[in-house]
């Protein structure tokens, strides 16, 4: 018996667009969905001013306006104990960004989150951020971003008295004349048989008084 092409199954045609390959977030977050504004809220709560506004965009149902909060952070390294330690600290203590598109909706949800205080620039109307400005604040996606070295974060002040722990001058206390962050070095004033000598040395030599 013949067999026609009638009996031959059709393959079905494979949707252009559903067998695309989902294509990659936007490197940039001014690119992402809505747009971005700055909320001020009380400083040292800005991790609880987070939760409540995630947890009131939920309760609300606004995840299709409200997207994301984010606390700007930054790394540091600081000096304890004499040793450096990198961590992280907030870039702008008391701010907070929001993206969200605007709407009187969105707006009220996000003014009236507990903690938060308002919206940075026109309370009614604010203002959204710059691609630069978002850009500056939040940077590029991590894989397109290149590798930057913490920021040193100086623990004394010019005119501050601090110990020596390391060194020939172990133990002599000085007085911090110039400050040499690229270096990672202190000029210090110490007293050496009643007269001040300044010593250079390394931050890791010397710890607050």
């Known amino acids: 018996m013949m067999t026609t092409t009638n009996d031959v199954p059709e393959m079905e045609e494979v949707d252009a667009e559903e067998s695309a390959v989902p294509s990659a977030p936007p490197a940039s977050p001014f690119d992402l969905p809505g747009s971005w504004y700055v909320i ?23 995840e299709d306006k409200v997207f994301d909060a984010v606390i700007p952070m930054e790394e540091v390294v600081e000096f304890k104990a004499g040793r450096k330690v990198n961590v992280m600290r907030k870039k702008f203590p008391g701010y907070i960004l929001v993206r969200l ?11 009236n ?7 940075v620039g026109n309370a009614s109307k604010p203002t959204p951020l710059s691609r630069r400005e978002v850009e500056r604040i939040l940077g590029v996606r991590k894989d397109e971003e290149e590798k930057k070295e913490p920021k040193l974060k100086v623990a004394w002040d010019v005119g501050e008295t601090v110990r020596v722990v390391e060194g020939p001058f172990a133990d002599f206390n000085g007085i911090i004349e110039d400050i040499n ?19 250079e040395l390394n931050f890791d030599q010397i710890l607050k008084y």
């Open 101 to 111: 598109y605007m709407d009187d909706d969105s707006w009220y949800a996000v003014r």
């Open 40 to 62: 001020h809220s009380y400083s040292g709560y800005e991790n609880k001013v987070k939760a409540n506004l995630e947890t009131r965009i939920k309760s609300m149902h606004l």
């Open 181 to 199: 962050v690229d270096q990672s070095k202190v000029r210090v004033l110490v007293d050496i048989f009643g007269r001040e000598t300044p010593v």
């Open 113 to 119: 989150t507990p903690g938060v205080t308002g919206f």
